[in-house]
């Protein structure tokens, strides 16, 4: 495989600032070497966090991201940061689970994308946001996103 498509990167092996907004982080993209293939691609945040629009205080959700490339991949340290970003941004879950999806999809414009938004408890009630573009390609594995319902203390 050719390192050519790592060319053109910013933040992949440099000393990266987290950004301070989701509009100002950067998403990078390098092509798929294996765009005649359908596969799934998944990322997993267990530990994603934002605030809440009203208080300010801060809100807890494990974000699962599965998608199928089309001609580029997403730069896993430029998502990182990108996510990142929402420690300071004041959004409901409902507009933070789409909002990543939908930059995703614009920019990326994966084959099929599916974001699940799995938030902890506010207010005694947890919130699950789920966001899909489409039916999977046929053929692609498709595993559960393997995140249980939440249980409190059980």
């Known amino acids: 495989m050719s390192k050519e498509i790592y060319t053109g990167l910013s933040q992949l092996g440099a000393k990266t600032d987290a950004p301070q907004t989701p ?5 990078e993209y ?5 765009a005649g293939t359908d596969y799934l691609v998944r990322f ?3 530990e994603f966090t934002s605030l809440c629009p009203v ?3 801060p809100d807890f959700a494990h974000l699962v991201l599965d998608y199928v490339p089309g001609e580029t991949l ?4 430029s998502l990182k940061l990108f996510l990142q970003s929402f420690r300071n941004h004041a959004a409901f879950h409902e507009d933070c689970t ?3 999806a939908e930059r995703l999809v614009a920019e990326m414009k994966p084959k099929w994308l599916r974001l699940g938004g799995y938030w902890y408890p506010r207010g005694g009630i947890p919130i699950d946001v789920f966001y899909q573009t489409s039916t999977a390609p046929e053929g692609v594995w498709v595993p559960d996103q393997g995140v249980a319902n939440y249980r409190g203390r059980g």
């Open 23 to 27: 509009e100002e982080a950067v998403l």
């Open 30 to 34: 390098v092509p798929n070497p294996r």
């Open 44 to 46: 997993t945040c267990p």
């Open 55 to 57: 208080t300010g205080q």
């Open 74 to 77: 997403v730069e896993s340290k």
């Open 98 to 100: 789409v909002g990543i």
